[in-house]
């Protein structure tokens, strides 16, 4: 594990000279329990906002950029147009009620309050798993020379893996935040996602490392990119 851990830390020393904090669906189509269509579990919820305001506080304190995706539906028929979706719309499970999932304008394509700062960038045109898909999450990390991302929210198993993928296949530097994400699917599927990804397309980093290793960086010294 600590041979891991000096990977992790090796590799975001080499990797992140310019990282962007990254959240996806932290909404309250997923998170508040009063709305959402595709619930995280309660108290997994809770847990999970929790874990991850200070954490994004700490990088906004730090210099690093935040950038929110949310998904948002202009019709059902965006949704049901996917054959999966489709066949999942209105079955028992947790995906029964994909079809009316964060349509535009309803509560559930609200940010969960204590996720977005002042000065955080929101990209709302996300319509599938893969977050570079219908956004300008692309030109938004190009155009600020960031090299590295930091993976937050929620599902670990769709959301986070697919833009996890697209992103190593683009030559980003992919790093999640193992305390900043989970899923509605539960543990087993949670894990093996994790699994996925450390063995494939990026490292798995406790919150607490990456901010360390930041803060280690600023005292001796080291200089992050321009973003402009």
């Not at 949310?70 to 059902?76: C, D, E, H, I, L």
């Not at 992919?174 to 494939?200: C, K, P, Y």
């Amino acid at each position: 594990m600590n041979e891991q851990n000096n990977e992790v830390e090796e590799a975001f020393r080499r990797f992140a000279s310019n990282p962007v904090a990254i959240t996806i669906d932290l909404h309250r189509g997923h998170l508040d329990p009063e709305v959402a269509t595709l619930p995280l579990d309660g108290a997994r919820a809770a847990a999970l906002l929790e874990r991850t305001a200070p954490l994004l506080d700490a990088y906004r304190s730090l210099g690093v950029p935040v950038i929110h995706l949310v998904t948002r539906y202009a019709s059902r028929e965006d949704i049901v147009s996917n054959p999966y979706w489709a066949m999942q719309s209105g079955r028992d499970g947790v995906r029964g009620a994909i079809a009316e999932h964060n349509l535009d304008g309803g509560p559930g394509t609200e940010l969960m309050p204590q996720i977005q700062g002042a000065d955080d960038l929101v990209l709302d045109t996300k319509q599938r798993y893969d977050c570079f898909i219908g956004t300008e999450l692309e030109h938004v990390l190009r155009s600020g020379g960031h090299d590295a991302i930091l993976l937050f929210g929620v599902n670990t198993n769709s959301c986070v893996l697919a833009t996890a993928i697209a992103a190593s296949v683009r030559d980003w530097a992919v790093f999640v935040v193992e305390d900043g994400v989970d899923t509605m699917m539960g543990d087993e599927f949670h894990r093996s996602a994790l699994a996925i990804m450390r063995g494939s397309f990026g490292w798995i980093i406790e919150g607490k490392t990456t901010i360390r290793l930041l803060k280690e960086r600023a005292r001796t010294g080291g200089e992050r990119r321009s973003s402009s």
